[in-house]
Structures are given as C-alpha cells and as structure tokens.
C-alpha cells in the first residue's frame, strides 16, 4: 500500500523540507518520525525502504506522529495535499501504518533521546542538512 507506481520527482530531502514549512510540526515529532519509521520495517521484514516507499512513509509517519504529539494538528486531506496523496490514500496509508505498529506510539524517553543524538550526530557531518534546527534558523546550503 506504500508503493508508488513510480519514484516522485521530489528528493526526500526536498519533501521534509516542504512537509517541515507546511505543517509547522515540532523537532520532536521529527525524532518520532524516524522512531515509527524504523519500527514499522522492522515490523514489516517483507518491506524494504525504496524510492517508491519512502515519500508515503515519510508524509504518514509525520502524520501520524504530530496527531500523537502535537497540540496542533492538521486533518488528513491537509497531508495529503502537502505531501502529494489523495486524501483517500492518506486514511489508507495511516491505518496500515498504525496497524503495523500495532497502535504502539509511546517513546521511552531513553529511545527518544538515543535518536535525537544519532539524528544530531547525522546532521553535524559535511552536507547534511538538520531540519531540527529548522526553526531556529535557516537551513544550510
């Protein structure tokens, strides 16, 4: 169900980019991001992230994490737009994305800060751009 037909134009770069300004979602929901990201192939051993998979990955994970740690969020007609899916699609993708998670959103805070430091430690080399920082400043070039 998280299979394009083909890969989106957009680099998965770009696309957190545009979801990171059009949703205004928190640096912690971006940790969080990763955290069901992770948990959902490790779940889904039949999965394997792929140009065809990440940007739905992405734009549900994001969607799923804001409604579940966010005072403020969106409806998903409104992800769906910013992240290029139907709206239809998007209530598809978010079922089978909690379904495979099995409902489990809660992060010890001992995992959380363990992908916080890894993200951080990503986003410190040469050319990697950190979106968690995206509010407190520009985004490197």
Do not use: W
Not at 131 to 137: F, P, R
């Amino acid at each position: 169900v998280f299979h394009a037909t083909r890969p989106p134009s957009v680099s998965v770069l770009a696309y957190l980019e545009r979801i990171f300004k059009y949703t205004n979602m928190s640096s912690g929901c971006l940790v969080a991001c990763i955290v069901y990201i992770d948990r959902f192939l490790q779940k889904n051993k039949h999965v394997f992230l792929s140009s065809l998979n990440v940007h739905r990955l992405v734009i549900t994970s994001v969607m799923v994490s804001t409604k579940f740690l966010d005072d403020l969020y969106y409806n998903n007609a409104y992800y769906g737009k910013v992240g290029g899916v139907p709206c239809a699609e998007m209530n598809a993708l978010e079922l089978e994305f909690l379904f495979a998670l099995n409902f489990d959103l809660h992060i010890p805070s001992e995992e959380f800060a363990r992908y916080h430091r890894e993200l951080r430690m990503h986003s410190s080399t040469p050319n990697a751009a950190c979106l968690c920082d995206a509010k407190k400043s520009k985004p490197r070039s």
